[in-house]
């Protein structure tokens, strides 16, 4: 079994390599994607669609109205979006559909033990600062993920003085060599395929 830092490295370069494929390919693989997404996430991915929803509207009406070029309906001109615009906010949406789809299948596939120890291990050089790092990281998510209600109003809210676990433990599974091979193998396929 392989130690978690695969998995996020993994992750990683698809988020990487999804962002810098060309259009044709671009849509095949958004496609697979939202179907892996939908596949292995069935719960995770659609709320997480629901929760961007704003971000994909603010998105489409920043690509289609700022971006210069031939006007879709001429007779209003400024008020209209632009041909190149709205080909510019199809690409991005698919690209940040793509990324949902991917933290979904991710969220789904790991715990935070697991994504933090991940995390732990990547921080190696940065020395005894990573123990802090991944303790604030953990206490971060668990309270996100804990915090009663899900509104933006319920965030303003007076703290809560009894949030919040009293002890985390934090896993120190060492990497492997064989770990080690397999994020190589992951970075150089994922540098080979940016470069096609």
């Known amino acids: 079994m392989f130690h978690p830092v695969v998995r996020l490295t993994a992750w990683f370069a698809a988020v990487v390599g999804f962002q810098s494929a060309s259009t044709p390919l671009l849509f095949w693989v958004t496609g697979a994607a939202l179907v892996a997404g939908r596949i ?4 995770q991915f659609p709320r997480l669609l629901r929760r961007s929803r704003w971000l994909f509207f ?11 070029g031939t006007y879709v309906f001429p007779s209003i001109e400024w008020l209209s979006p632009t041909v190149e615009g709205l080909g510019q906010a ?22 935070l033990a697991e994504l ?16 802090r790092i991944a303790v604030r990281l953990m206490l971060v998510l668990d309270l996100v993920d804990s915090a009663p209600g899900r ?7 007076p703290e809560q003085a009894d949030i919040g676990p009293t002890c985390f433990v934090l896993d120190r599974t060492p990497v492997t060599a064989t770990d080690y091979a397999a994020v190589a193998l992951i970075i150089a396929a994922s540098g080979s395929l940016t470069l096609l």
């Open 40 to 43: 292995v996430a069935p719960d």
């Open 151 to 157: 509104g933006w109003r319920d965030w303003l809210a």
């Open 116 to 131: 933090v120890s991940a995390l732990h291990a990547l921080l190696a050089p940065v020395g005894s600062a990573r123990d």
């Open 90 to 111: 199809v690409e991005q949406l698919a690209r940040l559909a793509s990324i949902v789809a991917l933290v979904a299948i991710l969220a789904e596939r790991s715990t």
């Open 58 to 68: 603010g998105i489409a009406v920043l690509f289609a109205w700022a971006t210069s």
